[in-house]
Each structure stands twice: as structure tokens, then as C-alpha cells.
């Protein structure tokens, strides 16, 4: 069972098979090819949704959309379909499909309750081998229906590629609107492929660096409403807030711990040096992690809550470091030319993801956690900010485009980059982990 946000609307999955033992979990042959370090996609062929009018169109766009931009899957254009799905519970006719190279087939039908829910469910099948490999049902309202084509999408590539998906993901984000030099900056939260964009601020004061929590209902985020820089905890769906503590000078960059039982930030003191800390959300108790008289900045925990990647000029220009928790060990792990910022450490574990300043423009790049193995993802004139989806393997940042920043996001090839559409210019995006 998969349940929304809000409590009252609940997401139900139940298995789908045409018979006992139909469906294949492990052994269809649909695969994904690797070639000279090249993902091949996957040709796929994704069925409008038999019934709900103009909705089960809407839900097959919406998947056919996750597939195609993760760069994994083809999705073939319905014009070249053959077999013209009637009953989406039936075995198609294989022959059909292999006929266009589809090596996946998807189907599924969406139709009303009668206490007023949705109901969808898909079925994916490997034509080639002519069987099942997986099938669902969902039930949700009216309000989440794009949720549910998200979670079909996510079942998909699962099923297909062994990694979990990230298409039922939020993202939260800095609209920005105005002129340049009058920019209203708000806080605002949309699905990860845009949609359902939603203000979480009124604009009237300056609002930076959002960052989700681990129980995905809480974000981080620094204010200037007060005329200095606050850190302040909200709620997302209650709209509660509260302010996480009072910092003499500059605060920079917080993100929750693993648990989501602490923040990390950097603060600058009277002494002009900014150094690392850790709050204790429950006991308001601040830790200090770092001690130098250089500017110690952008601290991100490792996803086993274990160690702390940040930046520190303490070398004379700004390189990435890894330390133990505790501030132990501090030790540099880049050594590029250029300067280092906004390290941020892979849900995986396996990498981090970087900023890089060098020869004019700025690059997206990731490192293994022991700095080697440097790879640029994407160089721009202005870029910055990256931030992971929950698989590990994409990543959002935002680059200066026509005036302001745009979000883009860009896999691990460095292949598949993809704008993100909003309507306003939109900087500094942080990714939630999947819904539940």
C-alpha cells in the first residue's frame, strides 16, 4: 500500500495476472543494451488508457513523458501501432508489436468507482517472449491522478532497468518574476516534471537554498524577512513554520542530516571566517564542526549520516572536503584546477556532485567519494546548485538562460540533458526523496 501526503487520500496497489503464475518477475528477456559505454533506449510501446474519457489519454502521456526524458526508453510514435488495443486485460498479439521493434508493451484501462475514486492499472509485457512482466491497480481521487501515472511510470522503469524510479518526486524551488534589478524571489514547490507548481511564500521578502528533509514533508530554507538571514523549518502540506534559531551574522546553506534529526550550515562569525555547524532540531543544541580561519561552506551529509562533504578555501581556493560527522578527519579530496562549490553527496553513497569554476564557465560534475574519477555532466556560462533525484543517477540544477535562471536537469552520461518548464525564471532546486 502507498499512501498520499494527506491522510484521506490513499493510493492502493494490487498485482495484476491474466492467470495463476502469469505474471513473470525475473525471467522476460527486456533489457537495456549498453554499447561502448552508451545506453541504447529501450523502443517501448505505451497504449492510450482504455476508458475515463480524456483521462486515460492524460495518464499515457504522462507515462509515455517520465519514460522519455529519463533517456532510457523510446517510446514509439501510436501512428506506427498496428493492433489497436480493445481490452486492455487481454494478451495482445505479440506479433504485432515485434513487428515495429517494440520490445515492451504497455496497456491499461482507468474507470471510476462508485464511491467517486479513479481506478488504473497497467500491465507491462515483453513481446518478444510473449509474456506478463509486471501489472498493477491503483485507487486514488480526482486530485491525484498525475500521481498515479507517476507511479505507473516508476513501476515501469523498475521493473525494466532494476533501480527505482523517480518520477512521483517533488521538487522545491526559487521562483523568480520581476525585473532584474526588482527580482520577487518566492518559495514554490511543483511535481518533478513541472507541474502542479505551488507557492509556499508570498514574495515580499527574500527566500534562499530550500532543502527537503527525509520524512518529505519538511523543508529547510534561509528568509530575509526580518531584515537578517533566519533559518526556518516549514510544514509542507500545514503551512506551519517555525524559526529554527537566531545566528549572529550570515547564515549559508542548511540541509538536514539523514534522520532528519539535525541541520548543517555554515555561519560566519565577528571574525569574518565562516565555519561549519550542526543544530539539533530537538534540544535547539549547535555543534561546532569546523575550526579554521579560512571560509568552511556548503556541508552535505553522506546518506549513512556517517561523514560531511563541504568546501573550505583553506588551501587558497576553494576545494572539496570530506570529514567524519563529528568534524574528525578532515581531508581534501579535489585537486582539479579551477574552484569547487555546492558538493552534494549521492543518495547512493557511491558519488558526489559539484559545482566547478574554471576557464571562463561553470560545469556540473560528480567524483567518487574519494575525489577521483572527475566527470563533467554539463559546462554553461552560469550554472550551479545541483541537487539529486532519489535513484542517484539524475541530477537538477538551475543555469542562467535569456535573462534568469531555468532549471535543467542531466543524467550520469552527461547525454540526456532536459530542460524543466516553469513559467517564471526558477533558481536553487532541491529534490524530495520518492513519495509515499
Known amino acids: 500500500m502507498r499512501s498520499f501526503l494527506n491522510p484521506l487520500l490513499v493510493l492502493v496497489a494490487v498485482t495484476l495476472g491474466i492467470t495463476a503464475g502469469s505474471v ?32 486515460g489519454a492524460q495518464i499515457s502521456q504522462i507515462v509515455t513523458a517520465d519514460l522519455k526524458r529519463s533517456g532510457l ?5 501510436k501512428s506506427a501501432f498496428i493492433e489497436k488495443i480493445a481490452n486492455p486485460d487481454a494478451q495482445p498479439r505479440f506479433d504485432d508489436w515485434k513487428v515495429i521493434n517494440a520490445q515492451a508493451l504497455v496497456t491499461g484501462s482507468v474507470s471510476k468507482e462508485a464511491d467517486g475514486r479513479i481506478r488504473a492499472q497497467y500491465r507491462l509485457w515483453d513481446t518478444f517472449d510473449g509474456v506478463q512482466m509486471s501489472g498493477e491497480q491503483f485507487f486514488a481521487n480526482d486530485a491525484n491522478q498525475r500521481r498515479v501515472a507517476h507511479i505507473i511510470a516508476d513501476a515501469i522503469y523498475e521493473r525494466i532497468t532494476g533501480e527505482k524510479g523517480y518520477f512521483d518526486t517533488r521538487v522545491v524551488f526559487i521562483d523568480e518574476s520581476g525585473a532584474k534589478n526588482a527580482r520577487k524571489k518566492r518559495l514554490a514547490i511543483m511535481d518533478q516534471d513541472g507541474a502542479n507548481v505551488r507557492y509556499l511564500s508570498d514574495g515580499k521578502s527574500i527566500v534562499l537554498t530550500p532543502r527537503f528533509s ?27 513554520r517555525e524559526l529554527v534559531g537566531n545566528f549572529p551574522g550570515m547564515t549559508f546553506a542548511p540541509r538536514f542530516s539523514p534522520d532528519g534529526q539535525k541541520v548543517i550550515m555554515s555561519l560566519l562569525r565577528d571574525d569574518g571566517n565562516s565555519n561549519i555547524f550542526a543544530m539539533d532540531l530537538r534540544s535547539r543544541s549547535t555543534t561546532r564542526l569546523t575550526n579554521s580561519t579560512a571560509i568552511d561552506t556548503s556541508p552535505s551529509y553522506s546518506p549513512d549520516g556517517s561523514k560531511v562533504v563541504f568546501t573550505s578555501d583553506r588551501g587558497g581556493r576553494a576545494q572539496i572536503y ?54 563533467i555532466l554539463s559546462s554553461g556560462f552560469q550554472q550551479e546548485g545541483p541537487t539529486w533525484a532519489p535513484n542517484g543517477r539524475v541530477l537538477m540544477f538551475f543555469r542562467d538562460s535569456n535573462g534568469g535562471p531555468k532549471l535543467v536537469s542531466v543524467d550520469l552520461t552527461g547525454r540526456n540533458e532536459q530542460p524543466i518548464p516553469t513559467s517564471n525564471f526558477a533558481s536553487d532546486p532541491a529534490w524530495s526523496p520518492l513519495l509515499e
Open 24 to 55: 513473470v518477475p525475473v525471467l522476460a528477456k527486456v533489457e537495456l543494451k549498453v554499447t561502448g559505454g552508451n545506453i541504447e533506449p529501450l523502443p517501448i510501446a505505451i497504449t492510450d488508457f482504455q476508458g475515463g474519457d480524456a483521462l
Open 73 to 77: 526508453f523510446a517510446p514509439i510514435d
Open 214 to 240: 527525509p520524512n518529505r514533508q519538511e523543508i529547510t530554507y534561509m528568509s530575509y524577512e526580518s531584515g537578517q538571514p533566519r533559518v526556518y523549518l516549514l510544514q509542507i502540506e500545514t503551512g506551519q
Open 322 to 375: 570530506v570529514m567524519g560527522a563529528d568534524g574528525s578527519s578532515q581531508t581534501r579530496i579535489s585537486f582539479g584546477d579551477g574552484v569547487y562549490s555546492t558538493p552534494v553527496w549521492s543518495p547512493r553513497g557511491d558519488l558526489i556532485a559539484f559545482t566547478k569554476q574554471t576557464g571562463g564557465e561553470f560545469q556540473i560534475g560528480v567524483m567518487k567519494t574519494d575525489g577521483s574519477g572527475e566527470r
